[in-house]
Nanobody
Framework: QVQLVESGGGLVQAGGSLRLSCAAS????????MGWFRQAPGKEREFVAA????????YYADSVKDRFTISRDNTKNTVYLQMNSLKPEDTAVYYC????????????????????WGQGTLVTVSS
């Protein structure tokens, strides 16, 4: 079973930046699309961004498009989320996850993520 460990969260002022990392276990990391989700206090978990197994294709929620960038390093089994121009409404616990099917598309990851979540990393954006 894949294990996902998120890191890089913290407290930042509005307009600032953070870079999240997610380290994944297993030998098949490079065969799966990866993505980021977030859950704000009192709200349901929502999709943020996804990247194809090769890294050539990305997909973003409208709320983060042009501010966030997802990337991956298959040699390190790690996926990243660069977050710029942060807003208070970006405050949430951020989780990474993997597509349930090898070579699945980033666009389909939101409804095909694994039913297993790590502890996440908390991002707090102050106004």
């Amino acid at each position: 079973q894949v294990q996902l460990v998120e890191s890089g969260g913290g407290l930042v002022q509005a307009g600032g930046s953070l870079r999240l990392s997610c380290a994944a276990s297993g030998r098949t990391f490079s065969s799966y699309a990866m993505g980021w989700f977030r859950q704000a206090p009192g709200k349901e978990r929502e999709f943020v961004a996804a990247i194809s197994w090769s890294g050539s294709t990305t997909y973003y929620a409208d709320s983060v498009k042009d501010r966030f960038t997802i990337s991956r390093d298959n040699t390190k089994n790690t996926v990243y989320l660069q977050m710029n121009s942060l807003k208070p409404e970006d405050t949430a616990v951020y989780y990474c996850n993997r597509h349930s099917q090898p070579f699945g598309t980033p666009r389909s990851l939101a409804s095909n993520a694994l039913d297993a979540w790590g502890q996440g990393t908390l991002v707090t954006v102050s106004s």
